[in-house]
């Protein structure tokens, strides 16, 4: 017997991180790289030095050695000066933006799988709902206690269920 694959089974699906990793920067990606590169570009000319990408590509949560910075200068069209402009900047930042969301579940496809385990549609996952959903959708049946131990784990406010944030 095949288990039904609905929407909160997404972490199951084969291919997910191909697929994300396979697409283009949204809108919101490429706003983030915007602000991001602007806070850098201090006088405002639309450029930033190598020595500001890695300052950049720090606060931004990447980790170049100053090694692998000298690579990356060779790798990007480098303007006047050895400056970095946005498109260049966007360029080098996207196979490492899609490479770390790349296995990431977006907000959308997050919000569908909840509505799965939220059957009542209340807002909120109780622990019937989750063995319920679980049994349905995958198949397992789960003690009482571990079902517990899931919804504790996940449970931020403490008051025995689950909601979207």
Do not use: W
């Amino acid at each position: 017997m095949e288990v039904p694959m609905g929407p909160a089974c997404i972490f199951l699906r084969k291919g997910i991180a191909k697929k994300h990793r396979d697409r283009p920067l949204g809108p919101d990606e490429i706003e983030e790289l915007r602000e991001a590169f602007q806070e850098f570009d201090k006088d405002r000319d639309g450029f930033i030095s190598c020595k500001d990408l890695g300052n950049l590509m720090r606060t931004m949560g990447y980790m170049p050695t100053e090694m692998e910075l000298a690579e990356l200068g060779q790798q990007i069209r480098m303007n006047l000066g050895g400056r970095v402009d946005f498109e260049d900047f966007v360029e080098l930042m996207t196979p490492k933006l899609l490479a770390e969301t790349a296995g990431m579940i977006g907000v959308h496809e997050m919000r569908d799988a909840f509505k799965e385990f939220d059957t009542n549609g209340d807002g909120s996952i109780t622990l019937v709902e989750l063995r319920q959903a679980l049994q349905r959708l995958l198949g397992e049946q789960l003690s009482a206690r571990e079902i517990s131990e899931v919804v504790q784990e996940a449970d931020v406010n403490g008051d025995g269920t689950v909601d979207f944030e």
